[in-house]
């Protein structure tokens, strides 16, 4: 899978993304990644980004022909362009599961004010939001999403099932996982995961992830399917 993000801060996205996963990605060739100075689709000798808005009002807004010029230039027919914005559809695993799909993604990252609105409706094909808050900027939202979409292609992970278990793919919380020692300042591991055999174990692990899901995110645990066995589980709760 391949990404082209267009920023002014083309640095900051490759820096970050050269860590832990991802930056393993790239490196076997999993995911492509570039990053692409906005300003070198810009033409006059101060190459701006940027200029005031019709109708007056506070701050700036980003100029559409570099976004523009940098899009023809990168896209082909299997792109898909995504605008990274407040305004945009909330990021979620479902919609990191469906651009996973994607062969090639183009991420726009906003500054300032705001974007012309000859982006959004003549360029772009999705706007998406990595939560209910405002950046300045949209380059560590695609950072999120970079990050998030890339442990979904196939072989980043290693090992497939983990994905399948991850908190959120089945709209459930983690369960709390523990490590040695089995006693710490006078907090012990749980008897059924310390001493359990395989069956009590799968049990407790799957009532925990029911409880902190109840009592954290009642509105995740209505979207779960959930089995007979879950219902009965919740209702030891
Ligand atoms: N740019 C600024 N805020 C943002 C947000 N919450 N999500 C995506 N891009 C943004």
Not at 7 to 34: K, S
Not at 122 to 132: I, K, N, P, W, Y
Request: charged fraction near 25%.
């Amino acid at each position: 899978m391949r990404f082209d993000v267009v920023t002014i801060f083309p640095n900051l996205i490759t820096d970050a993304a050269a860590y832990g996963v991802l930056g393993r990605a790239i490196e076997q060739n999993l995911i492509q990644l570039a990053a692409h100075d906005l300003r070198d689709w810009c033409h006059d000798r101060y190459r701006q980004v940027d200029d005031t808005p019709y109708g007056g009002g506070p701050g700036m807004v980003m100029k559409p022909e570099p976004f523009f010029e940098a899009v023809e230039q990168l896209r082909g027919d299997k792109s898909h362009v995504v605008l990274l914005s407040p305004q945009g559809q909330l990021l979620n695993h479902g919609l990191a599961r469906s651009l996973s799909e994607c062969e090639h993604l183009i991420l726009l990252c906003g500054r300032y004010e705001g974007v012309d609105e000859r982006v959004r409706s003549a360029l772009v094909d999705q706007e998406v939001s990595v939560g209910d808050y405002v950046l300045s900027g949209g380059e560590f939202a695609a950072l999120v999403l970079l990050d998030s979409v890339s442990r979904l292609v196939d072989g980043v992970l290693g090992n497939d099932t983990s994905v399948d278990q991850e908190s959120h793919t089945q709209n459930l919380l983690e369960y709390p996982q523990y490590t040695r020692p089995a006693q710490y300042r006078s907090m012990a591991v749980p008897v059924d995961l310390a001493e359990g055999h395989h069956e009590q174990i799968r049990l407790w692990r799957r009532r925990e992830a029911l409880r902190r899901t109840l009592e954290r995110r009642p509105d995740l645990l209505a979207r779960a399917a959930l089995t007979d066995e879950d219902w009965r589980l919740l209702g030891e709760l």
